[in-house]
């Protein structure tokens, strides 16, 4: 049985780690959990059986010498990080460290002492230049009270007698960091559109996922080859403040990270880099850029890439903020969320912090969409009479918990009316116009009862303005989604106390499966929105009443038309260009 002994087991990185070794005691590795905890009640409850608890802080470490001095392993994860807080270093960080190490050197059974550090106990020295990352020859030279602190700590392991390990890791991320960390401010700029971060500033930055970090930890505690022994923890992949808010903004739907700096303005700042705080230096220089290649030397390697665990992140982010108003996690339902602008649509809103149910014939795609997601899949094909009425039936039981219901699904076909097929005809009268008026049904008297504000959002297309030869079915399924959106939002309008909003979207060309599906030639695919700008659009009418939205300049200039040409010029108008685009 080892005896593992862990501090800051409710921080970001401790809790992370303790749930890590219980898994590894799911197992079936004999593992025995030491937690050193100021404030036991913010240990989630099932936790709370299967660790043993030591209530303090430095104040009275003393107290559990003899349970410390029997441990195989010491995880010395917990410090006071927040930046600024001066003095409270010494007596959290260096004090402390100090203590605990003197107790360990009296443990008979110690087989590691790992002590996570920082990269902010090394930073830049004076005249570094900035253009190679940090290694762990690079000399210290710390700039901030935090981390000078954690250097005096790395002083005192390596002083003593102790089986040590120092990992100093990179930019920390992931579900559960602090508000005021890094990436976590860097979202909640780019959210509320700061000016900042439309900036694409060039200096680099290297991060860690939380669960990467903790894999290194437990690694190393197990590397032979690793005692006394310090290490950058990092995924060696820098990336730029600028790409940085430039991929939050992409995951949120907002533009950031586009305005460019002018040349001169970073070799300026590169030069005079000393002269400014850390947080302006990392703007414009690779401060804190270091390589993992010690680590990665001894065979270990990260398994999270950027995209995907700042992805996680954002919609972690976007749930907390909920959690702390008091509201619940919003659940959004979206059919033909497996490809076009149903899965841009899912993607923008699981970086919101929805939880995702998506709807699709396509149960591959479906499931492919969802993974990223961590969404339910619901296959089903909305042609066929017996699917959609168990979709109805899901989406009545589910009604009470539904925030949002995207009704996206679509199919279309070309060619004349005459040559075509009354099962194509049926298909697409019942994927464009029925199911989402029965889906509407399913939802709409939860919603109508409910004191929080409900979501109905229905696709329609710019197609549904006008007639449009060889694709006459198609237009006429649209304009009767259209129709239909208006005439419920006459109805929920007049029903008291009613918080739900109808709002139909009739997007322009779309570059999605749609245009090759239907048989639509797409000569100028350059024109063409993209499946995201539609999304984002979508996206920013939510919670904002009922309305009737015309996504892209083509599809409000067929909406001109339709109103203002008489009908017998626009049938021959659009005749002819329809034929043109067989």
């Known amino acids: 049985m080892n005896k593992i002994f862990i501090t800051g087991a409710t921080g970001f990185i401790g809790h992370k780690l303790v749930q890590k070794l219980l898994e590894k005691q799911d197992e079936g590795e004999a ?24 209530k303090g802080d430095h104040a009275n470490l003393h107290e559990h010498r003899h349970i410390i001095e029997g ?105 559960g960091m602090r508000n005021d960390s890094h990436i976590r401010v860097f979202i909640e700029a780019v959210i509320h559109g700061k000016l900042f971060t439309k900036i694409n500033f060039p200096g680099n930055v290297s991060l860690i996922h939380v669960d990467d970090l903790v894999d290194a930890l437990i690694f190393l505690a197990h590397h032979s080859a690793s005692v006394r022994e310090t290490y ?12 940085l808010f430039k991929l939050i903004g992409q995951m949120t739907g907002i533009k950031a990270g586009m305005i460019e700096v002018g040349c001169g303005i970073p070799l300026l700042m590169r030069k005079f880099r000393n002269y400014f705080p850390i947080t302006v230096q990392n703007l414009f220089s690779d401060v804190l850029c270091a390589t993992g290649e010690k680590l990665a030397s001894l065979g270990y390697s990260p398994r999270r890439d950027h995209c995907a665990g700042i992805y996680e992140t954002v919609h972690w982010h976007c749930q907390e903020k909920e959690r702390i108003q008091g509201r619940r996690v919003r659940q959004a339902v979206v059919t033909g969320g497996a490809s076009g602008i149903g899965k841009a649509v899912c993607r923008l809103l699981y970086a919101y912090g929805y939880e995702i149910t998506i709807i699709d014939r396509d149960i591959q795609m479906a499931q492919e969409a969802a993974y990223p997601l ?17 979709v109805v039936q899901y989406l009545q039981d589910r009604a009470g918990e539904i925030d949002v219901l995207v009704n996206n699904a679509g199919v279309g076909k070309r060619g004349c009316f005459s040559d075509s097929n009354p099962q194509d005809v049926w298909a697409m009268m019942k994927v464009n116009c029925i199911a989402p008026m029965l889906a509407t049904r399913a939802v709409l008297e939860s919603f109508l009862q409910s004191a929080q504000t409900k979501t109905i959002i229905n696709v329609a297309s710019s197609a549904a303005y006008q007639p449009l030869p060889y694709m006459a079915v198609y237009a006429a399924s649209k304009a009767s989604l259209l129709s239909f959106s208006d005439a419920i939002t006459g109805e929920c309008m007049r029903s008291k106390g009613s918080h739900v909003e109808i709002i139909s979207v009739s997007p322009s060309g779309t570059a999605t499966n749609f245009q090759l599906s239907a048989g639509v030639k797409n ?33 409000k200039g067929m909406a001109v038309i339709a109103r203002l040409l008489p009908k017998k010029m626009q049938i021959l108008l659009w005749e002819k260009l329809m034929r043109a685009l067989r």
């Open 31 to 54: 593992l025995e959990l030491y937690c050193l905890i100021r404030d036991p009640k913010k240990i989630p409850a099932p936790l709370l059986s299967r660790i043993t608890v030591l």
């Open 71 to 175: 441990c195989h392993y010491i995880f010395h994860v917990g410090a006071r990080s927040k930046l600024g807080d001066g003095v409270a270093y010494q007596a959290d960080n260096v004090d402390f460290t100090r203590e605990l190490v003197a107790i360990a050197e009296a443990a008979t059974n110690l087989k590691r002492f790992v002590f996570t550090s920082s990269i902010g106990a090394v930073d830049r020295a004076v005249d570094d230049d900035c253009n190679r990352p940090l290694s762990e020859e690079s000399l210290s030279n710390p700039q901030s009270d935090y981390g000078r602190s954690k250097r005096l700590c790395e002083e005192i392991l390596q002083s003593s007698m102790l089986p040590y390990i120092i990992v100093r890791p990179t930019w920390v991320y992931g579900p």
């Open 232 to 243: 950058f923890a990092t995924d060696s992949l820098r990336i730029s403040i600028g790409a």
């Open 374 to 390: 961590n969404a339910q899949v619901y296959a089903a094909d909305l042609s066929v009479d017996a699917e959609i009425n168990q």
């Open 523 to 555: 000569e100028d695919a350059g024109k063409l929105l993209s499946a995201e700008e539609v999304a984002s659009v979508i996206f920013a009418f939510i919670g904002r009443g009922s309305r009737s939205v015309i996504i892209g300049t083509s599809g």
